[in-house]
């Protein structure tokens, strides 16, 4: 059974600080991470994608891969409040479809 | 149309009765899932469409659901005699191809309610 863990939160941060965002997941042949944006009564957004160890920047968002360890994780800096949204990690091995973790519920304050 | 349609947006039936729930993927788009998202949890894959391959059916979770995709496009899925636990949001979603780095866009989601 692949699974995708992820700390439902809700995870509190104050308007411009970095948010961290954090997955597990089981299937060490995982060759593709995604993490997709859900605000409440809408459909998940692809926000970004990593497949190789490191880092990978997009304006404020940063994903982090690390295989040995089987652990994703996206950082948001300077958080504004309308990050505030449920953020889904998903990973894939080749074509198979992606499978989902439930959810981080992000809460930035004003 | 510029993305992935659903229909109906919301749906209320009875325990027991049918229903259909119609999913239009972007144009030229060859690949297409079905996902559940039961409330506060995550997606649940139910079924994946790839160009004329035989459909992966490995997340439909009993024999009172099935899905087709006609001429490469338009799929409908198909919950027979529905059951309270059935209640759920029903997300379909298409990309270019099933490739790995292929991104899913996903429609807005069908809201079935069953009584």
């Known amino acids: 059974q692949k699974e995708v863990e992820q700390n439902s939160g809700p995870l509190s941060v104050p308007e411009g600080a970095i948010a961290s965002l954090n997955c597990t997941y089981s299937?060490?042949?995982?060759?593709?991470f995604f993490w997709y944006r859900q605000y409440s009564g809408k459909s998940p957004e692809l926000i970004m994608f990593i497949y190789s160890n490191g880092d990978k920047e997009d304006g404020r968002f940063t994903a982090q891969l690390n295989k040995a360890s089987q652990y994703v994780s996206l950082l948001i800096r300077d958080s504004q409040p309308s990050d505030s949204a449920t953020y889904l990690c998903a990973v894939r091995s080749g074509n198979t479809p992606l499978v989902f973790g439930k959810g981080t519920r992000l809460s930035v304050i004003a | 149309g510029a993305g992935v349609s659903q229909s109906p947006s919301n749906k209320v039936t009875e325990k027991g009765k049918d229903v259909e729930l119609r999913c239009d993927p972007i144009?030229?788009?060859?690949?297409l899932y079905w996902y559940r998202q039961s409330l506060g949890q995550g997606l649940e894959f139910l079924i994946y469409f790839q160009g004329n391959s035989a459909p992966d059916k490995s997340g439909l979770p009993s024999d009172r659901f099935s899905a087709e995709r006609t001429g490469g496009s338009v799929s409908t899925l198909t919950i027979q005699r529905t059951q309270q636990e059935d209640s759920a949001v029903y997300l379909c979603a298409s990309s270019l191809e099933g490739g790995t780095l292929r991104e899913q866009f996903f429609g807005p989601g069908t809201r079935l309610t069953v009584l």
């Open positions: 144009s030229g788009h060859t690949a």
């Open positions: 299937d060490r042949g995982s060759q593709s």
